[in-house]
């Protein structure tokens, strides 16, 4: 985007830096972390794409699927397709020990479907790529399609279905125990979120009391709000996976839009600082790479810190500038024909 919207780089880095605590402690007190991590990727992603949409339909009076796909495309494939041939070059010369089936389901974007624990840690991460790529398969055609009044009704309700699935399947459904948290029909509600968020920004902004509060002292209790839920439900199944995943999901939307509307104090300039935002910039190509080097299960000798982080770091950046920076300028320089042609 010419235009990036305040904060969200900054919440992208704190979302990685959650994931990467958890990977390299994974237990006690720190083991949400990982889970909220991918929590907030989820909830901006559906804010940010539903935006974007919205923005086009207003704009054009309508949604080019056909230019989104290529836009997502370019922007998620050539990263991760690179990060899977790095892996099964490695896996395929005994370096790494990868299970059958890991590379097919992870490029296919099914992973989500199958059991974590039949798979390498090397690929195990992929499950929340997997349910980023079904939801830019459905939302975008639903908004296309359906409009915007079915759209937004179907993703309401899904605030009520998935936690609904999600006490069926941990009550009824023992076998789907191991893949509930992974599932895009029970982890929709958090992508659910973020569109409805952007769905109602306008309407939002015209309600007093609402931006009163974003901006009050009681705000303060939202933040820690989603951590809390996770500590003191995550032993109650039931209670978690229907309160504890919903509220949440609605605190880190507050967070994400208290901190877009108002992107000033001490925490908005933190999270528009600078090295904030590069690790922003980075995050995808971190998530990606930061997997095989940040796992405390492991003694390898690249898994022991502080070599760890250095190849975590060292991988990401040469990610982002010899796979992302070149994708993304060769996309700019596509959108500079499209709009000389226009």
């Not at 989104?68 to 370096?95: T, W």
């Not at 939202?222 to 109650?236: E, N, R, S």
């Not at 405390?296 to 982080?309: H, S, T, V």
């Amino acid at each position: 985007m010419a235009r990036r919207i305040p904060s969200l780089d900054g919440l992208r880095a704190v979302s990685i830096t959650l994931v990467m605590i958890y990977h390299v402690t994974g237990f006690g007190l720190w083991s949400p972390l990982g889970n909220l991590g991918v929590r907030v990727f989820f909830v901006i992603s559906g804010f940010l794409i539903t935006g974007l949409l919205l923005e086009e339909t207003a704009r054009l009076g309508r949604i080019d699927l056909i230019e989104f796909y290529k836009r997502r495309a370019l922007r998620i494939f050539p990263p991760f397709y690179v990060y899977l041939l790095c892996i099964g070059l490695l896996g395929a010369s005994g370096v790494l020990f990868l299970n059958r089936g890991d590379l097919v389901e992870a490029a296919c974007y099914v992973i989500n479907y199958f059991p974590g624990r039949e798979q390498s840690v090397y690929v195990r991460h992929i499950w929340s790529l997997a349910i980023e790529e079904q939801f830019y398969i459905l939302w975008p055609g639903l908004l296309r399609f359906g409009g915007r009044k079915l759209a937004f009704q179907i993703a309401a309700a899904f605030l009520v279905a998935a936690p609904a699935l999600r006490l069926i399947y941990w009550v009824f459904v023992p076998g789907y125990h191991d893949v509930m948290d992974r599932r895009f029909e029970t982890v929709a509600d958090a992508l659910a979120t973020g569109c409805l968020l952007a769905g109602f920004q306008d309407w939002l902004r015209e309600r007093p009391r609402y931006n009163a509060f974003l901006l009050s002292k009681w705000f303060w209790l939202v933040p820690p709000m989603p951590y809390l839920a996770y500590v003191f439900l995550g032993d109650h199944p039931r209670l978690f996976y229907t309160f504890a995943i919903t509220i949440a999901n609605v605190g880190i939307a507050l967070c994400i839009d208290r901190w877009v509307r108002y992107p000033d104090g001490l925490i908005g300039t933190v999270l528009n600082s600078p090295p904030l935002r590069w690790v922003g910039l980075l995050s995808y190509s971190i998530y990606l790479w930061q997997q095989p080097f940040l796992d405390a299960e492991r003694n390898a000798i690249y898994n022991r810190f502080p070599l760890n982080l250095c190849l975590a770091a060292a991988f990401s950046v040469g990610s982002y500038f010899l796979v992302e920076r070149p994708v993304q300028k060769l996309r700019a320089r596509e959108r500079g024909r499209v709009r000389m042609t226009a």
